[in-house]
């Protein structure tokens, strides 16, 4: 038993997504999700031209050496493009290794510790009654758990804020759609230049922290005072806050029982974490473009946070991913995994079966893919009563059509940049 055959996969149903198809001597196939949004092409490369050349004839049942084997030789260890390589191998491994035992992914990982997985929902609107219509929407559909992100008045669009299309559902996509243009786009910031030459541009937001730190809390009581104390409430300020905002916001979100505060800070430098800690106890979530637990060394060793926001995608692949909750466990920390439309359903099905047989779950992202996603992407995991469930079908219990996907060929398109009213560039 080896493995026989590795093809990378790339399609755009929708959006962009890279998938591995391992195949082994014996004619069993497994998928994993590569994808990484905006620079789905360099993992691609990295698959093809310095991965799957080594690992042609390796026992595929060794899943741990061969995940050290991709983790250490290299000598340049870590990062995204690498670590999301590593994660489409581990991924398919581990599918392989469940179907050979007939059995889904989460019975080789310990079995089952709850019988499924509290799940929120993304709801925004940009004004305090668009978000609360998608929020009732979203309450509508059974979900116990919902993200709240709304507009700010006086800045104009902010990432992840969309309103539902009139007299349509209320579906968007949050990390992707917003294509690069060809052309000159608007000059924008310092760095604008010269037009020639300016093929491909991602679009541009305005920011201003004081203005976005007034409103959110009044959203929040807006929300609270609607739909009442029980419905979780959480809360993603995308990098955008320096320290002292960080914990000024937390402070102030205290009295409406946020579930958490994710990202508040830019997760680098991670001893600021310690003054947002001093001043609140707003649950904190961090670790979505984090890679590996090493990333979480300081983070869980000091309890600067409550939920590790990694997906199986971004971390290693399941491998990765087990190691770092292993690590959080010991801490009490419990897992929120990354479960935007930019991981596939190949990576949102991992995280779900290794989310069911840890013991410190916590709860899961999910924004569900588009139907024509889905009419590539063939799932077997189901939503009910606000739980997610990744199925019985054998290994990860996702298909990929290939002959579908063909007819949905790679478009380039980036996430938007962040920057201040004077141009200077933001985090977010
Ligand atoms: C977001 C994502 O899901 C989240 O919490 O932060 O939409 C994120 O921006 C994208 O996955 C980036 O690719
Ligand atoms: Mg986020």
Not at 125 to 141: M, S
Not at 287 to 299: A, K
């Amino acid at each position: 038993m080896a493995i026989d055959r590795i093809d990378v996969n790339v399609t755009s149903p929708g959006r962009n997504f890279v998938t591995v198809k391992v195949t082994t001597s014996e004619g069993v196939t497994g998928l994993g999700d590569g994808t990484l949004n905006g620079r789905e092409l360099a993992v691609v490369s990295y698959l093809r031209d310095h991965v799957v050349p080594t690992l042609i004839g390796r026992d595929e049942s060794q899943i741990e050496s061969i995940w050290q084997y991709l983790y250490r030789s290299p000598y340049w260890r870590r990062g995204p493009v690498t670590m999301a390589a590593v994660a489409a191998i581990d991924m398919a491994l581990w599918d392989i290794a469940a179907k050979k035992a007939g059995e889904p992914l989460y019975k080789l990982l310990g079995g089952a510790s709850r019988t499924g997985l509290l799940t929120y929902a993304h709801a925004s609107g940009t004004t305090i009654d668009a978000l609360n219509d998608a929020i009732r929407g979203y309450v509508d559909q059974g979900f116990q758990a919902v993200r709240i992100q709304s507009g700010v008045p006086g800045l104009g669009q902010i990432y992840g804020v969309h309103d539902a299309a009139p007299g349509g559902k209320y579906e968007y996509e949050p990390a992707g759609r917003v294509e690069a243009r060809s052309g000159t786009g608007p000059a924008a910031g310092p760095e604008a230049g010269s037009a020639a030459g300016a093929a491909m541009r991602p679009s541009e937001e305005t920011w201003e922290t004081a203005a976005y730190l007034r409103h959110l809390p009044t959203v929040f009581a807006a929300v609270r005072e609607e739909f009442g104390p029980a419905l979780h409430l959480l809360h993603d300020g995308h990098h955008r806050m320096r320290p002292i905002e960080a914990a000024k916001l937390a402070k102030s979100l205290e009295p409406y029982d946020p579930f958490w505060l994710e990202d508040c800070t830019p997760g680098e430098d991670q001893a600021v974490l310690r003054l947002v800690r001093q001043h609140s106890v707003t649950p904190l979530a961090i670790g979505e473009v984090f890679n590996s637990i090493h990333d979480y060394q300081q983070l869980i060793t000091e309890r600067l946070i409550d939920y590790v926001r990694s997906s199986a995608t971004h971390a290693g692949g399941i491998t990765g991913l087990r190691q770092i909750m292993a690590f959080a466990a010991v801490y009490g920390i419990r897992s929120g995994f990354h479960g935007p439309t930019d991981v596939s359903p190949v990576g949102m099905a991992a995280n779900l079966h290794l989310g069911l047989a840890i013991h410190n779950f916590g709860i899961q992202e999910y924004m569900p893919h588009s139907e024509t996603t889905l009419s590539v992407f063939r799932t077997s995991y189901r939503f009910a009563d606000g739980m997610l469930h990744p199925g019985e079908a054998p290994g990860l219990g996702v298909e990929l059509d290939e002959e579908a996907a063909a007819g949905y060929e790679y478009q380039p398109a980036y996430l938007p940049v962040n920057r201040l009213r004077d141009g200077t560039v933001h985090d977010w």
